[in-house]
């Protein structure tokens, strides 16, 4: 784990730098693992995230845009009321662990100085964040509840005792005296394991990487100085962050000025993402299951369209009966005759009910023709539309996947409109203008760039926000968003860069070389009656383009 001890100390050092002294403003939950407070220090609003995920498990400063629901959750309610308007005195890391303590002061209601303790636990899915009265070391509230029957060290509950997570009895890597420093002599094949077994904060991943006695050594001495490195790594096909770039022969290094810019870049997309999945099972399953039930009436469709073909084989029944009813009786349960239809006149059998006449027989083949030539039709035109219903979930499934919290409000809203959920509330007015909000990016040479992130934001940009001559951008025969340039005479550099964002916002994201169509927005139409988002367009142009999550950060406004 990359969170290790060593990490968790360089990032108590960065935010004690950065938030000692500073006031508690504002306090929110933008999802049931994570906490975002607003915090007064060093004569600017900082933002701080608190995450207690069991994948993204994490405390640092953050810039990038976190949306908040509407309704503030228990724990957030009962975060406002004990720590809003306190200061925070310490950031403190216990026992060299993947703990962070926060340590605020404040007057409670009662206007007498009380003090608290807000814990961040960072341990796998073990993380918590737990509300500690300092004074009585009792539990307030924690972000996730422990009962007794699930963990009988240590309950965290309400009311409860705060008991540290059991120690290992391990030697602090910073307090070490020099001589178990220097008698530290450990072979290429032992240091990684003894490392772990023997310090504190120690993680796999980082004594993997070590080497040698020496190089530990040389990091705890930039460690004492604060020297820090935060680096993003590639190697391996794989992507990790540290507080030093210490994958040696990695595939390629990214260095940033701090580990909070450094894990803003590393999480980008990731938490919002997951935020939004925890969001949106239900809709997610729905459209899933509303797809699985179309394919399989394609299967059945085309299966009966097999039969549907046989048409022209009864027709050629029908001519030949009728061609042969001068020989033919009531009663007979076959009629042998010349397929004259067959350059080799052979003899074939046809099946007779023996209750009709042969003419009779003759019309019924005729009638059973007209049927199936009817069926094929319909069962073409039924195929086409269950083709088109996989089309329109399968591209509302994509959006879903990179939605943000206020995207998925308004895929809801489609949802209900097309009758895919039921209306669950009557929903309130919108602002005044009552227009989507587009994605905004600014080309390399200025140039204002809008994305569609999901239907009605598509149809809004494309049918009625971009001018006539604007070049619209969409990745060809592949679900994806909707882009536009806001000039009608782009260079061709923010050709590609649009090119690239409508690559990177489709179900392409993943791959290389995506045919990107662009065009201008006159040769863009919606069809009567089709669904939303839904275009056909001609005059188009192609180009092919690599995604590349750096070129939206580049362009992101």
Same mark, same amino acid.
């Given at each position: 784990?990359?969170?290790?001890?060593?990490?968790?100390?360089?990032?108590?050092?960065?935010?004690?730098?950065?938030?000692?002294?500073?006031?508690?403003?504002?306090?929110?939950?933008?999802?049931?693992?994570?906490?975002?407070?607003? %915090?007064?220090?060093?004569?600017?609003?900082?933002?701080?995230?608190?995450?207690?995920?069991?994948?993204?498990?994490?405390?640092?400063?953050?810039?990038?845009?976190?949306?908040?629901?509407?309704?503030?959750?228990?724990?957030?309610?009962?975060?406002?009321?004990?720590?809003?308007?306190?200061?925070?005195?310490?950031?403190?890391?216990?026992?060299?662990?993947?703990?962070?303590?926060?340590?605020?002061?404040?007057?409670?209601?009662?206007?007498?100085?009380?003090?608290?303790?807000?814990?961040?636990?960072?341990?796998?899915?073990?993380?918590?964040?737990?509300?500690?009265?300092?004074?009585?070391?009792?539990?307030?509230?924690?972000?996730?509840?422990?009962?007794?029957?699930?963990?009988?060290?240590?309950?965290?509950?309400?009311?409860?005792?705060?008991?540290?997570?059991?120690?290992?009895?391990?030697?602090?890597?910073?307090?070490?005296?020099?001589?178990?420093?220097?008698?530290?002599?450990?072979?290429?094949?032992?240091?990684?394991?003894?490392?772990?077994?023997?310090?504190?904060?120690?993680?796999?991943?980082?004594?993997?990487?070590?080497?040698?006695?020496?190089?530990?050594?040389?990091?705890?001495?930039?460690?004492?100085?604060?020297?820090?490195?935060?680096?993003?790594?590639?190697?391996?096909?794989?992507?990790?962050?540290?507080?030093?770039?210490?994958?040696?022969?990695?595939?390629?290094?990214?260095?940033?000025?701090?580990?909070?810019?450094?894990?803003?870049?590393?999480?980008?997309?990731?938490?919002?993402?997951?935020?939004?999945?925890?969001?949106?099972?239900?809709?997610?399953?729905?459209?899933?299951?509303?797809?699985?039930?179309?394919?399989?009436?394609?299967?059945?469709?085309?299966?009966?369209?097999?039969?549907?073909?046989?048409?022209?084989?009864?027709?050629?029944?029908?001519?030949?009966?009728?061609?042969?009813?001068?020989?033919?009786?009531?009663?007979?349960?076959?009629?042998?005759?010349?397929?004259?239809?067959?350059?080799?006149?052979?003899?074939?059998?046809?099946?007779?009910?023996?209750?009709?006449?042969?003419?009779?027989?003759?019309?019924?083949?005729?009638?059973?023709?007209?049927?199936?030539?009817?069926?094929?039709?319909?069962?073409?035109?039924?195929?086409?539309?269950?083709?088109?219903?996989?089309?329109?979930?399968?591209?509302?499934?994509?959006?879903?996947?990179?939605?943000?919290?206020?995207?998925?409000?308004?895929?809801?809203?489609?949802?209900?409109?097309?009758?895919?959920?039921?209306?669950?509330?009557?929903?309130?007015?919108?602002?005044?203008?009552?227009?989507?909000?587009?994605?905004?990016?600014?080309?390399?040479?200025?140039?204002?760039?809008?994305?569609?992130?999901?239907?009605?934001?598509?149809?809004?940009?494309?049918?009625?926000?971009?001018?006539?001559?604007?070049?619209?951008?969409?990745?060809?025969?592949?679900?994806?968003?909707?882009?536009? %340039?806001?000039?009608?005479?782009?260079?061709?550099?923010?050709?590609?860069?649009?090119?690239?964002?409508?690559?990177?916002?489709?179900?392409?994201?993943?791959?290389?070389?995506?045919?990107?169509?662009?065009?201008?927005?006159?040769?863009?139409?919606?069809?009567?009656?089709?669904?939303?988002?839904?275009?056909?367009?001609?005059?188009?142009?192609?180009?092919?383009?690599?995604?590349?999550?750096?070129?939206?950060?580049?362009?992101?406004?």
């Amino acid at each position: 784990m990359a969170f290790d001890g060593l990490f968790t100390k360089a990032m108590t050092d960065e935010l004690s730098n950065q938030l000692t002294g500073g006031r508690i403003n504002k306090i929110h939950q933008p999802s049931s693992n994570e906490i975002l407070m607003v %915090i007064r220090a060093n004569g600017k609003n900082q933002r701080l995230l608190l995450s207690a995920h069991s994948s993204y498990a994490r405390i640092q400063l953050t810039n990038e845009p976190i949306e908040n629901p509407n309704e503030a959750p228990m724990f957030c309610m009962l975060l406002r009321k004990h720590l809003e308007g306190f200061f925070i005195e310490e950031i403190s890391q216990p026992n060299f662990d993947r703990i962070v303590l926060l340590k605020v002061r404040g007057r409670n209601e009662m206007g007498d100085l009380t003090s608290k303790h807000l814990i961040i636990e960072i341990m796998g899915k073990h993380s918590n964040i737990l509300l500690v009265d300092s004074d009585r070391n009792v539990i307030l509230d924690c972000i996730k509840h422990v009962a007794p029957a699930m963990n009988s060290y240590r309950t965290l509950l309400p009311g409860q005792p705060y008991i540290s997570p059991p120690t290992q009895g391990k030697i602090n890597p910073l307090t070490a005296s020099n001589t178990d420093l220097e008698n530290l002599h450990l072979t290429d094949e032992t240091i990684s394991k003894e490392l772990v077994n023997r310090y504190a904060g120690i993680s796999p991943f980082f004594a993997k990487n070590v080497m040698s006695s020496s190089n530990f050594v040389d990091y705890l001495q930039k460690m004492r100085h604060s020297d820090y490195f935060p680096s993003i790594m590639h190697a391996d096909g794989k992507e990790t962050f540290y507080i030093w770039p210490i994958i040696k022969n990695a595939d390629e290094v990214k260095t940033f000025h701090s580990l909070s810019e450094m894990l803003d870049r590393f999480y980008f997309g990731k938490a919002e993402r997951d935020r939004v999945k925890q969001q949106s099972q239900d809709i997610s399953k729905l459209l899933q299951n509303e797809k699985e039930k179309n394919e399989k009436k394609v299967g059945k469709l085309e299966e009966t369209l097999v039969d549907a073909e046989k048409a022209e084989i009864f027709k050629k029944y029908g001519e030949l009966l009728t061609a042969n009813l001068y020989h033919l009786k009531r009663g007979m349960e076959t009629a042998e005759v010349i397929d004259y239809y067959d350059e080799s006149q052979s003899v074939i059998s046809i099946e007779l009910d023996s209750r009709k006449t042969p003419n009779e027989n003759a019309q019924h083949y005729f009638l059973k023709y007209q049927k199936a030539k009817k069926s094929v039709e319909f069962v073409l035109e039924q195929i086409d539309l269950a083709q088109k219903e996989i089309a329109y979930l399968d591209n509302v499934l994509h959006q879903i996947q990179t939605a943000s919290p206020s995207d998925l409000a308004e895929i809801r809203e489609e949802l209900e409109e097309q009758h895919y959920l039921r209306v669950r509330h009557v929903r309130k007015k919108k602002a005044t203008t009552g227009k989507p909000i587009l994605d905004k990016f600014e080309s390399s040479d200025g140039t204002e760039i809008l994305v569609g992130r999901n239907n009605i934001q598509n149809e809004f940009l494309t049918m009625k926000l971009a001018g006539r001559n604007q070049l619209w951008f969409h990745t060809k025969d592949i679900p994806g968003s909707h882009v536009v %340039i806001r000039n009608e005479a782009p260079s061709n550099e923010t050709i590609l860069e649009a090119a690239g964002l409508a690559a990177y916002f489709s179900k392409a994201r993943e791959s290389s070389n995506v045919p990107v169509d662009f065009t201008r927005i006159k040769n863009v139409k919606k069809p009567s009656g089709a669904k939303p988002g839904f275009v056909t367009y001609d005059n188009q142009k192609t180009v092919y383009v690599t995604p590349s999550e750096e070129l939206v950060l580049k362009l992101r406004r």
